[in-house]
């Protein structure tokens, strides 16, 4: 090991701005969480777990919870299928490069930007989306305003956004199969269907993993879309924990409590990021 | 037969993406086209599909009456982009340098420490940035940092740092160390070695960094949604979400400037194509 002053030194800078705006803030959040903190009764003191407590025993907390877990349970699965489906389709096939092209834009977009599509898309009065269900001959809901629907519209938003990355790296993951694999299978005498089932689907196992470890770290926390296209509403109809967070911090300045629920969203993804990190870190020692 | 059989695939194929590219494409070319409508075309059912009395109404900036001069007014889009252009342009340049030295020192030194704080930087990309925000938040309360674009700047630096860094720092591995150690061999000292050889030949990874950072400074909301409320430093996406309320929604505004938060992105589309799929790619095909 060498001893050198230069790698310190190049790593101060980094090491400096994330302390002090990530590393610290992250424990500091964690006694918050522990307190009391409400400048707008400019009540401030330690009151243990008894923000946590109040969380667990509010009936909007799991209303909220579900909310999260549906667009991560709904979203993932839908936006696998048409992310493998269409990779499967455009790989190799003539003018790859164009689709390819054509397909990045909207995961470069903000995701207020899209919100903001969608929500015009998605209006009640003169939405084109319901227009153009009605050409071929369906009424379509009020996509946001109508609390039964309302979590759909946004995850029709959250797959629009982000199918091009799940797109991207299962392209680039199919191109990472030998073609040696093939040829070795078709002397074998497997036709295209077993090939497929046999060599390409199981080839796209871990990067399917990875695919869910990302996407479910952003669901999680999911707050931007949320926000622009319904504030959480009607009610409390698509309400995040990203959102509740924000609400209870910013607008009934709860810090103490909003701490605790931000807390929970670490937590989460944490336990989500861990169980997948083994499935991943198993399947790419066989 | 088999013949028949592949025509059918193939024609499905084409089914599928030409179908995939329409959805994909068609939500971004109904905000364009609704920017180019009269407010009244805007609003009429049946839609109008294709706006062939385009005009830029829209585009128009608000402007008011201040110390005897028309100016573009502070409720208009301009001063939101014109905020936004200077945290993005202002936070990218550090955050890649910041990114590349600490990258370049993971890469390349063996230091005690050093594997443990790597790591580290790889894990603190998965914090949740909403579960540091409130500590920041009243930091920034007591520095006077709130409603300025420094305190967004340092957010900004902040939360991109630990990509740009392992970004780089797996880029400078797939560069050979025989190179830049006999460049030391032959006289060059550490910081010599950093900017005549691994920065050159780092340029492309330089890039993917440059242009991912600037567009999540481009396009970030949530901090700028918890530290700026006052309208001069608003950025443009937040002038952007504020023009939405439950009682009026300015969508004439709304198409105009969701039109012009495009720019970016599509320029970096159009121009580093290569660089944004390896951008996107990367972390998960490497692992």
């Known amino acids: ?286 | 037969m088999q013949f028949n059989k592949q025509f059918i695939v193939k024609t499905c194929k084409y089914l599928l993406v030409i179908t995939a590219i329409i959805a994909m494409l068609f939500p971004i070319y109904w905000i364009i086209s609704s920017s180019f409508k009269s407010e009244v075309d805007m609003f009429v059912t049946p839609p109008i599909w294709i706006p062939l009395k385009p005009t830029l109404e829209n585009y128009q900036p608000i402007s008011e009456f201040v110390f005897g001069v028309w100016t573009v007014s502070i409720e208009s889009f301009v001063p939101g982009m014109i905020n936004s252009l200077i945290v993005s342009s202002v936070a990218t340049p550090i955050i890649a340098v910041t990114g590349a030295l600490a990258g370049y020192s993971f890469s390349r030194y063996r230091f005690r420490g050093g594997k443990l704080t790597y790591i580290w930087f790889v894990l603190m990309r998965m914090f949740p940035p909403i579960t540091c925000v409130l500590p920041i938040y009243l930091l920034y309360s007591q520095v006077q940092l709130v409603n300025t674009l420094t305190g967004l700047i340092l957010v900004y630096v902040a939360f991109n740092i630990p990509f740009a860094t392992w970004f780089m720092k797996s880029f400078f591995d797939g560069i050979p160390k025989e190179i830049d150690e006999s460049a030391k061999v032959d006289g060059c000292t550490d910081f010599g070695a950093l900017f005549r050889i691994i920065i050159p030949l780092g340029a492309p990874g330089f890039i993917v960094v440059t242009i991912f950072c600037f567009l999540a400074c481009w396009n970030e909301f949530m901090f700028a949604a918890i530290f700026i409320s006052n309208p001069g430093t608003m950025t443009l996406p937040l002038k952007l979400a504020g023009a939405v309320s439950s009682w009026q929604t300015s969508w004439p505004f709304i198409t105009a400037g969701s039109t012009i938060a495009m720019i970016p992105p599509f320029l970096f589309v159009m121009l580093a194509q290569r660089y944004i799929v390896q951008g996107l790619t990367f972390g998960a095909v490497k692992g």
């Open chain 1, 1 to 286: 090991m060498r001893r050198h002053p230069t790698p310190y030194f190049f790593l101060l800078p980094a090491l400096i701005v994330t302390t002090v705006l990530i590393v610290l803030p992250m424990i500091y959040t964690f006694w918050l969480s522990l307190n009391v903190n409400n400048p707008l009764t400019s009540s401030y003191g330690f009151v243990g777990l008894d923000n946590f407590v109040e969380v667990f025993q509010d009936p909007y907390f799991y209303i909220t919870l579900g909310n999260t877990l549906y667009y991560t349970a709904i979203n993932i699965p839908i936006e696998l299928i048409i992310g493998v489906g269409l990779a499967l389709a455009i790989n190799n096939l003539k003018g790859e490069r164009f689709y390819r092209t054509v397909l990045i834009l909207p995961v470069l977009l903000s995701p207020i930007i899209v919100g903001l599509i969608w929500k015009w898309m998605f209006n009640a009065n003169y939405g084109v989306f319901n227009e153009i269900l009605k050409l071929v001959g369906v009424q379509g809901p009020n996509w946001l305003t109508n609390p039964s629907v309302v979590r759909i519209g946004i995850i029709t938003a959250s797959i629009w956004y982000t199918l091009p990355f799940t797109v991207l790296v299962t392209l680039a993951s199919l191109k990472t199969i030998s073609k040696t694999l093939y040829e070795a299978a078709k002397l074998d005498g497997a036709n295209t269907v077993r090939r497929f089932f046999h060599i390409t689907l199981p080839s796209l196992k871990n990067i399917t993993f990875i695919v869910i470890l990302f996407r479910s770290m952003d669901l999680i926390k999911i707050f931007d879309l949320v926000w622009v296209m319904t504030k959480g509403g009607p009610g409390y109809a698509s309400e995040s924990l990203g959102t509740l967070t924000y609400r209870t911090a910013f607008q009934y300045w709860q810090l103490g409590r909003a701490a605790s629920i931000s807390y929970i969203i670490f937590f989460l993804s944490l336990i989500i990021s861990l169980i997948l990190i083994r499935h991943i870190l198993k399947s790419g020692a066989d």
